[in-house]
């Protein structure tokens, strides 16, 4: 059974930055399609970012370059680093493993992805 834990979570103040983590177990990473998704009004789950079996990355319209996602396989583990963080990225980020599609909305912990994490609560103070 696959299982997704996100970590690396936190307080931080506008335009600080942030990493976390999606350690994998029960799959290689490489089999997966992962991906970011944050929690917005509505108990709804935005797409933050996305990488595909082939590597190809996505990212949501509002990361304007702030945002990175990579992967490590020999960890099994998937990275979101989050930079010039502002306020209105407050959230709770979960990681999920799509599918055969791509959700770029979808009800969080819903039966969109195939996998969700259980979520990491990032906090941007003024």
């Known amino acids: 059974e696959v299982h997704l834990m996100e970590s690396g979570g936190g307080s931080v103040q506008a335009g600080g930055s942030l990493r976390l983590s999606c350690t994998v177990s029960g799959s290689n990473l490489a089999d997966l399609d992962m991906a970011w998704y944050r929690q917005v009004p509505g108990n709804e789950c935005e797409l933050v970012a996305n990488i595909g079996t082939d590597g190809t990355p996505y990212y949501g319209a509002f990361v304007k370059g702030r945002f990175a996602m990579s992967q490590d396989g020999a960890k099994n583990t998937a990275f979101l680093q989050m930079n010039e963080l502002r306020p209105d990225d407050t959230s709770l980020y979960f990681c999920?493993?799509?599918?055969?599609?791509?959700?770029?909305?979808?009800?969080?912990?819903?039966?969109?992805?195939?996998?969700w994490g259980r979520g990491t609560q990032v906090t941007v103070s003024t």
């Open positions: 999920a493993a799509l599918g055969d599609y791509i959700d770029y909305f979808t009800p969080c912990l819903g039966d969109g992805p195939s996998y």
